[in-house]
């Protein structure tokens, strides 16, 4: 039940919403071609009897009109299934747009995605938003589809079946009981005993499903990491221990995946030998009525169609059953990120004012640990402050908090009106273009003059040329060039506020201190507030102050 009220929740919002009639449209044409293909199932198992018969009969004037009879009725549910399947995926893609574009925008909302990183995250939000949300649709529109499907060919199949069973009379104590509809009687107990049989050894597969979906999201995100560090795992050597972390996690993977596969092994034992079983079964229980002379062979043809139908119909469940767990697995996965994400408080949004200004504030780390106490400092515009501090003390934490992404503060501050801009130590440089990454975020347009111009001041002009070449430049850049390049996008955007966090720690003193006249000149309404450890930047900056007097008593 909480299971349906998870998926409800996800679901609910998608297909209540006015502005997705025409999913409803297209998964209607998709239920229609299904349920008109089950109609001329019905035809074919008409055909089935007469053919069957005339075979019986050496009826060869029957025969082949039958044959043509059978070409156009296969022809035509062809056709159907294929563009019953067709319409359904349509719908499938059009469903995980919407949830993945969902998902996207709840996670970037008010720095969620980033709020989450600082707590208890669940694991792999990637995952859950492509794969998970993927998997989701998909499964979704094909076990609905399937079970209106099966309900259809229930409904279909159970009143032929039911007319064909005709009237069993079987002697008992002296009398004589008769069962109307017994084939179909026989259908439903053997599909209630399958669907016990698969429930009592199936139901640990969904536990097993949902390991077995975040050990795999592990191992891939622990693959990218390597990518992403190759050059530091290849300086450091670190080939034989990466090896091993990685084959630890893939045996991880492994271990799970043979308690599945045994699973599944033996769900798979429970669910063919059930299958196979009932092909038979139909047969042998037609006997009575053919020895009573009620039907003829191609009736028993008939019937056993008629049966194998009502049966898939009532089995539904059975051999829906993995696809049933891989689902729930999935739903519970994005209803615990859904819930994770409606959890966090949003991003603080600091007051602004003519000037930024803090008084009395405390800092602390995500668990609570004090790290700056009574913190008062000022920056009044287009002035400049330099802060220093022992290394952890909680100098980039000031910087996050004034910028207004970090949440963990008592007391108030109020930032300056306008843009704040804030450097880190390690740029972010996305991959693409050099003038998308140095446009990063904005959309402005700038002109080439511009972009050559700021990459000259940085003294990136080497660069110059490159402007519509598209690579990882995070990789291809060295950490000096890196932070130039970083620099330079301040000098497009041209902020009110920029905060530097050691935005120079990988230039030599020289060009460092080139770089910060080269801000200040080129900014000079901009006020500039910078934690550096470079004692040769200290005549550039009007005031400074050593955070050290605030640090929290701990
Ligand atoms: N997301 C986080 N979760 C837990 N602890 C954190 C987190 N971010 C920072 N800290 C802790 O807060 C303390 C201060 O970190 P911060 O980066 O602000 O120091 P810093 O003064 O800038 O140091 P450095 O000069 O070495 O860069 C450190 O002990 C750090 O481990």
């Given amino acids: ?9 996800l679901a609910g919002p998608y297909w209540f919403n006015k502005r997705n009639w025409f999913s409803w449209v297209l998964l209607g044409m998709s239920i229609g071609a299904s349920l008109t293909m089950i109609e001329i199932t019905v035809w074919l198992n008409e055909w089935n009897r007469d053919f069957y018969d005339a075979l019986a009969e050496l009826n060869v004037d029957a025969i082949y009109p039958l044959l043509i009879d059978f070409c156009w009725l296969v022809a035509i549910i062809v056709l159907l299934k294929v563009y019953a399947d067709w319409l359904a995926e349509l719908v499938q893609i059009r469903w995980r747009q919407w949830m ?24 792999n939000p990637d995952q859950r938003i492509a ?12 076990l609905f589809v399937g079970a209106i499907k099966s ?16 009237n069993l009379a079987i002697p008992w104590d002296g009398e004589v009981i008769h069962i109307t509809g017994y084939l179909f009687w026989v259908a439903l107990i053997y599909a ?8 009592f050894f199936g139901h640990k597969l969904h536990g097993l499903n949902y390991q077995q979906q975040r050990k795999e999201a592990n191992f891939r995100a622990s693959l990218l ?8 795992i290849a300086l450091f050597k670190g080939e034989a221990k990466e090896q091993m972390n990685l084959k630890g996690g893939f045996t991880d993977i492994i271990g799970n995946w043979r308690m599945l596969m045994n699973r599944r092994k033996n769900l798979g034992l429970v669910v063919n030998s059930y299958h196979e079983t009932a092909k038979m079964v139909p047969l042998f229980a037609g006997i009575p009525a053919l020895m009573a002379e ?15 139908k009502v049966y898939a119909g009532f089995s539904w469940f059975v051999h829906s059953y993995e696809n049933l767990t891989r689902w729930s697995a999935t ?15 949003p991003l603080p949004q600091p007051e602004k004012d003519q000037q930024l200004d803090c008084q009395q504030l405390a800092l602390f780390t995500p668990n609570g640990k004090p790290l700056l106490d009574k913190v008062e400092l000022t920056l009044p515009p287009h002035s400049q402050l330099l802060i220093s501090g022992v290394s952890g003390l909680g100098k980039s934490t000031l910087l996050r908090t004034l910028a207004g992404i970090w949440p963990f503060y008592d007391g108030e501050f109020k930032q300056a009106q306008g843009h704040t801009m804030l450097m880190p130590q390690k740029p972010y440089l996305p991959s693409g273009s050099l003038r998308a990454c140095l446009s990063y975020p904005s959309e402005a347009d700038y002109d080439d003059q511009q972009l050559v111009q700021v990459l000259h001041d940085v003294n990136l002009t080497h660069l110059s040329d490159n402007l519509s070449f598209e690579c990882e430049w995070q990789q291809r850049l060295s950490g000096g060039e890196q932070q130039r390049l970083s620099l330079a996008r301040a000098l497009l955007a041209k902020p009110d506020t920029l905060i530097l966090d050691e935005a120079t720690s990988s230039l030599d003193e020289a060009s460092a201190k080139a770089m910060i006249e080269t801000l200040k000149q080129q900014l000079p309404q901009t006020s500039l507030m910078m934690v550096s450890h470079q004692r040769s930047l200290q005549p550039l900056f009007e005031r400074q102050l050593d955070l050290g007097r605030f640090a929290a008593a701990q």
């Fill in 151 to 166: 309900t259809a060919v229930l409904i279909a199949f159970t009143s032929v079946l039911w007319e064909l069973s005709g």
């Fill in 192 to 199: 209630i005993f399958g669907t016990g049989l698969t429930q």
């Fill in 331 to 345: 739903v519970v996965r994005i209803g615990q990120f859904l819930e994770a994400m409606e959890q966090q408080q």
């Fill in 225 to 232: 990491r390597k990518r992403d560090n190759a050059e530091q």
């Fill in 1 to 9: 039940m909480n299971l349906l009220k998870q998926f409800w929740r």
């Fill in 294 to 308: 009620v039907i003829t062979i191609g009736g028993l043809f008939q019937v056993r169609m008629a049966f194998m």
């Fill in 100 to 123: 993945t574009e969902g998902l996207l925008e709840r996670w970037f909302a008010n720095g969620t995605y980033y709020r989450m990183t600082l707590g208890e995250e669940p694991d």
């Fill in 131 to 142: 794969e998970d949300a993927r998997l989701l649709t998909s499964d979704s529109v094909e």
